[in-house]
């Protein structure tokens, strides 16, 4: 392999692992807990916005509600069935992979798959020009003088 | 290839009128509840007037009309002459009515009482838990408990006495045929 | 006269007479007549005119507090300031149809007055279509959408209800809407020469030359009216951030992407003469994009911060969308076999080969924002179920796609149409691969938590570096062949080339506002405390002390503030978080206190205080850093854009044989 190479598949090795670094799972603490939990629940009085992001006194007490619910040592699931018994799947802003609305997960994937796989396709499938529109010997040759004595 | 792209462009096309004309027959503000159908969530909060405490345990057994309100909220006067006349023609029977404060401090809360002449009782729920449990939205809310104590339903928005005498009439006729 | 006559009486009239333009420029079209488009061209410009003189005098009508018609009396006080007076002609619903059929009836009048001189036939059908669309939003103006209603003589209200509490909160609200409409209707110019191409079985691609500059204009107003959009949440709805998935965003962002999609897709057309019916879908789609956001924003179907009240535009807008998808999408397949591409791309690492690539990625964020738009919608009619789509969801999907597209944008540039060799591939990527482990580095040692954030650095930093080793490469080619210094050499690059260069710098301002976003996700610090007058707390190196609340009375509101002294930081600075209290709504709305800088913003919200006596209040403070940057980044792609609109210098003609044009794809 050449030198150039070398360094771009070590700058990619760098790359992917500061990623895996940054990535590696680790314990979460209860502030960051409360923060991943109150992120995916909606804010029944604001338009949209998570109980994280939301500044009303709603989300304020739910986010209290979360924070007592972690320090009471209860898992994720549970504190997000808690929200879903009293106000349904509504609160939740992000649908769970596993149920109908699995669909929506699905549907990015499957659209870049088959893009990308038309893509490929139609990127791999040989330039064919007729030969018969291809410029001759002649045409060319002219064309690069044109283009030489082109100012730039 | 032509004939695929031909007929997904159909479909979506298609989809996308279908979905959108069916939008119109939803209401945005048409929010469901989890909690219709459901036992009620019990509760024990200071009264807003005296220091007892009003829990849901003892009007067990009772039909429970439950009103979240507070003192800035515009429409819950709007719908307190209705709640009065409810109040006063069930009042010693077998269906209570209790209020509950709302994001709201208890000296405005209690003020708001007086100045509208409220007797009927109202409890504190100082931290917003209990109304987070019932899955409320937003003052005036109203729900209905039966004497089962499976919440039977629920109003969003200013209430009026047909709607009332409604919701407590049918869980009467509920509770008469048990 | 009132201004209710005026407005009323010029709407009319505009319509009758688009309708007697459209017929004239069909007219002209089918029949090459020159008097008939003559007709048509002054019909264009006369109702310009109109639909001017009735939007001024909606303004009038605002400004001079006339009550007596409905939407003044709906959206103004006469405590209203003048400048919110003014502006609120987008306030609502009817004024902002106002304001979107008069820059219509614009792009109309360039079409007729520009384009019917350089392709006559081509133009006169595109006019067409377009006085068809300003018959349709006319129609809304005298319909559904009267912004000049009148309220009967006896009833007239002494005062009005006010603009929208949001809306009057903030000057920005007189920038975002407007530069949204333009990018918007813009797009309306290359559908309408798309759909006038389609008709006319036109195999060539001059309209695609012809409206190159629209497309640019629409999508670079529509990207920086997203981003004042942004800034305007930011600094008006006070919770710290500038973009929540919200629907109405949602339906702005789309347009957008499809059009990000096409800017590059087109080049290939240019180039190779591929990708002719993919394109024409992209311009449908951005159009029809612009119209299905206008009908969530105004029908009342979904819930949003923008929506409009509900009203009986919503089935005509539904109506408009559909015909305009049944009309583009029917004629794109009717004309699909003609405009087959004869060849392909050739190979995958090429510039057009990435540009696939780049247009499914494009195209794919589009669906999956318009499906997480419209699935609680599917959600709710199919089963009755009601769900949310937020955030979480929209976050998950569409960073992985918008890390790849970053990948993309620094791979692309340095490839060369038809491929290129492994050698020079690995020449030109040295460095940037080098730049990239460095951004990662950079994060990593900053301390960044999470998998994206980091991504997002390194491919930041591989990005810049394509684009600084290019534009080395053009200065040093420039000072070998021409003995230019550096500095002109750089600014003969844009001279030259403004839309490969200007192309470039639109590259840096979105890895600008991609760091900035990816360093405000992942780094604000955030605390809430209720403090009595006199106490401080500590964030992030800022010492915010709280002086104490007060009142301020205005005419038009009641607002009760904090007063906040920040010190720390290299900071001094006292900021005034309040709670505002408009008559016509019942709760009060935040309006924060931001100290922006260009290393972090400090973003402070009064939550809740004791409104009795004044002793305590609940501070809620963000730390947000490079969020400034963000807003930098939008204006960089705004200027980009500008520079790769400059028209290229006058080149002398060089006659190249048509056979050889065609086969080289010669520019």
Redesign the interface.
Known sequence: MTATRWIIVAAILAVGLAVAWTARPRPLTAAERVDRISAELRCPVCQGLSVQDSPSETARSMRALVAQRVAEGRTDDEIRAEFVRSYGDWILLSPPLLSASGLVWLAPVAAIVLGAMLAWSRARAPATVPAAAGPTDAELRRLRELVASEPE | M?RI??YA??VL?LG??V????????D??D?????VG?PA?GFALPSLTDGTTVSLDQYQGKIVVLNFWAS???PCKEENPALTDVWERYRGTDVVLIGVVF?D?A??ARDYTARLGNTWASALDG???M????????PPETYFIGADGIIAGRHIGPIDEQTLMTGIETLRAKSATR | MSWGDIGAGALRAALALTLGGLGAAAYAAWKRDARALASARSVAIGTFVLVLIADLAMVGALVTHDFSLVYVALNNALETPLFYSAISLWAALAGSILLWTLILAGAAGWVALRGTRSLPRLATVALAVLFAMLAFFLFLTVTAADPFIRIAADSVPSNGNGPNALLQNHPFMALHPPLLYLGYVLTSVPFAYAIAALILGETTDRWLTETRKAALASWALLGVGIVAGAWWSYAVLGWGGYWAWDPVENAAIMPWLTATAYLHSVMVEEKRRLLRTWNIALVIATFALTILGTFLTRSGVVNSVHSFTQSAIGPLLLGYFVAILIVGVGLLLYRMDDLADRGSVGAPLSREGIFLFQNVLFVAATLTVLLGTLYPLIAEAVSGAQLSIGAPYFDRVEVPIGLALLFLMGIGPQLPWHGASRATLERQFTAPAIAGAAGAAVAVVSGMTGWAPVLTYALAAFVTATVVQEFGRGVRARRTLHGEAAGSAFVALFRRNGRRYGGYVVHLGIVIAVVAIATSQARTTEVERTLAPGDAMDVAGYHISFAGLRDITEPQRATTVADLVITGNGASAQLHPGLVQYPNTESAIGSPGIAAGSRDDLYTILAAYDGTGFAWATIRVRVIPLVSWLWAGGAVVGFGALLAALPPPKRRPIAVPVRVADAVGAE
């Open positions: 032509n792209a031909r462009a159909v096309v996308l009128a979905v959108l004309t069916l939008a119109f027959a939803r945005p503000h929010i469901k509840t989890g909690t459901k969530p800035w909220c515009i994001q401090s000296d405005a931290d917003g838990r109304a987070l449990s019932y899955g409320v939205f937003g």
